[in-house]
């Protein structure tokens, strides 16, 4: 990857380069290993939600955030982490050009923006860092915001996803737009800044138009039965007709003038890549969901969970997902089912840290998180 010669872009420029590349992304999903084993571990002593635990584990919540913060965001420039490449490779473009920075308004225009003006005015790191500073740091504050003390064992579900890491150090804008939306979410009491925060997630990845869309349908209907049927539903007709309601949604140009949707749709982004990805129907990210589903069908409907917020959670990820189900056959579908994904994690989570359900409530709690992290397991660890 070509750099650009001029040493002042490249001041200060500060990288984590002494641990291998080969073990850059492994080390950080073995690490998330270990703390979900301890926490299984608390919560098989029963101690996970004793107060002096809480405690302690919010102290580390906040250390390890701030770990993982520098870690991903100092990374090396590499092909390893997929799309970082093509952001640097935009990034030295820009530092190449005699152009000043001039801020405009056109599609994901925050994201754009930022990197047009660190690539002037700073460096690449500093500009990954800043984007690993959003990307956690709004996951860290949306859990605090929810969970109050209690968030650490919300955020080891969020690390926890088998996408976490990738959409930290790959699909960036789409991670960042996410994450900033969770927050959003968060401040649903507070109208003027749930709005502000969600124009700036749509600044970051146009597909969170998506889930704002969904949030403000499930925010005025509000009939969980209705969005479980309708998913339903939708995973039929996908099954029976996946393809021809796929060409029928690339033919609307939902987006306007950002054709990539309907690429996605068809295919035809896929000419000339060198990785050819299978437009077949993904039942393994179809099971991954219906977690998601089951887990929120079994609080809500079986064990009579009333917490309106969390209706207004699972009535948006059911939204989202059945979107998803609908082109599951896309290419390089998980990008639209990870709309749903960001919200998953606290789907799974919250009415075990809201409501004692069982005697033995901790431990399982604990078989809870194993459970919800042996998905994540296999793809990143086992499969890898």
């Avoid at 500060?14 to 073990?23: A, G, Q, R, S, Y």
Wanted: charged letters at 10%; one cysteine or more; aromatic letters at 22%.
């Amino acid at each position: 990857l070509e750099r650009p010669p001029n040493p002042i872009h490249n001041y200060n420029s500060v990288m984590i380069d002494f641990i291998p590349l080969v073990d850059y992304t492994p080390f950080f999903h073995y690490s998330i290993l270990i703390l979900i084993l301890i926490a299984f571990w608390q919560c098989n002593t029963g101690i996970a939600l004793h107060k002096n635990i809480v405690s302690m584990n919010a102290v580390w919540g906040v250390f390890f955030t701030l770990l993982l913060i520098f870690y991903m965001g100092l990374r090396p420039i590499s092909s390893t982490f997929g799309d970082t490449v093509n952001y640097a490779k935009g990034f030295y473009e820009i530092q190449r050009s005699s152009q000043p920075f001039i801020w405009e308004w056109h599609t994901e225009w925050l994201f754009y923006n930022l990197m047009g003006w660190f690539a002037k005015y700073s460096n690449i790191h500093t500009f990954f860092l800043l984007c690993a500073f959003i990307y956690v740091g709004s996951l860290w504050l949306a859990m605090q915001r929810i969970f109050k003390s209690y968030y650490y064992i919300p955020l080891l579900v969020i690390f926890s996803m088998f996408t976490f890491w990738n959409y930290g150090v790959n699909g960036i804008r789409n991670g960042l737009g996410a994450s900033v939306f969770i927050l959003a979410m968060t401040y649903i009491n507070c109208l003027p800044i749930s709005i502000l925060l969600s124009i700036i997630a749509i600044g970051f990845h146009n597909s969170c138009v998506l889930m704002v869309g969904a949030a403000v349908i499930a925010w005025f209907i509000k009939n969980s039965y209705l969005y479980l049927l309708a998913w339903i539903g939708c995973v039929g007709a996908s099954y029976a007709a996946g393809m021809r309601i796929q060409n029928y949604l690339a033919a609307l140009g939902l987006f306007g003038e950002d054709d990539r949707f309907s690429s996605y749709l068809t295919g035809s982004n896929m000419i000339g890549e060198i990785v050819q990805m299978s437009m077949t129907f993904r039942w393994d990210f179809l099971l991954y969901s219906a977690m998601g589903v089951f887990v929120g069908y079994y609080f809500i409907f079986r064990r009579n969970f009333r917490d309106e917020y969390y209706h207004w959670l699972y009535n948006t990820f059911l939204i989202t997902n059945a979107f998803w189900v609908l082109v599951i056959r896309a290419a390089y579908s998980n990008r639209f089912a990870q709309i749903s994904w960001f919200i998953m994690p606290v789907i799974l989570i919250y009415p075990f840290m809201k409501q004692r359900f069982w005697q033995s409530h901790e431990k399982i709690l604990g078989a809870a998180l194993l459970v919800f992290y042996v998905f994540a397991f296999y793809y990143n660890i086992i499969k890898s």
